[in-house]
Structure formats: structure tokens, C-alpha cells
């Protein structure tokens, strides 16, 4: 059965959460920020695999549910209203054409 980002992201904070880690502490455990653990646990971003590998480690969670959920995550499609422009991370801009 496939697993949401979502599902895995409340997962990873309940289980910092039970294991009494602030955002904080696990950020550097992790080797990244405190805004990126926040947003991350709420679903909103995906670390990196590396990152995930840390976040498996360190609260002992199947690092392939973690990786599956991202893999789900990166591939869903998006969309955005004709005649929009969207701004990828390399700068590249991509701009719909309207109909």
C-alpha cells in the first residue's frame, strides 16, 4: 500500500514528539534548519534522500516508506492557470501558453 508524504510527515513528529526531541535538537540532528523541520512535519516540503536517511536513522523509521512517500510526493502533477508563469528552483521559467 502507498503512503502520502502527508501520513509519513505526521509520523516523523509524532515519533520526534515521543521521543521528547524539540524541533530544535532535531534539526541538527539532521543536519538542516528548524523552519524546514516545521514545514516538513506539516507536509509542507521533502527532504532531500540524504536527509531522509538521517531522519530513518535517527528515529528509527523504514527508511523505504520514507523514500516512497517522497518518490509519491515529487511525482504528483501540478497544475497552474493558463497565461501563468511558474518559477522552477534552477530559475528556469516555464510560461503556459493561454488557450
Not at 44 to 54: D, L, T, W
Amino acid at each position: 500500500m502507498n503512503v502520502t508524504w502527508k501520513e509519513v510527515a505526521s509520523e516523523i513528529r509524532k515519533k520526534r514528539r515521543l521521543l521528547d526531541i524539540t524541533q530544535e535538537e532535531f534539526a541538527k540532528m539532521i543536519h538542516t534548519g528548524q523552519s524546514f523541520v516545521a514545514q516538513m512535519e506539516k507536509g509542507e516540503k521533502v527532504p532531500s534522500i540524504e536527509v531522509a536517511k538521517k531522519i530513518a536513522k535517527e528515529l528509527d523509521i523504514d527508511f523505504n516508506r520514507i523514500k516512497n512517500a517522497i518518490i509519491l510526493k515529487k511525482a504528483e502533477p501540478f497544475s497552474a492557470p493558463a497565461g501563468s508563469t511558474i518559477q522552477i528552483k534552477t530559475h528556469t521559467r516555464i510560461i503556459i501558453p493561454k488557450k
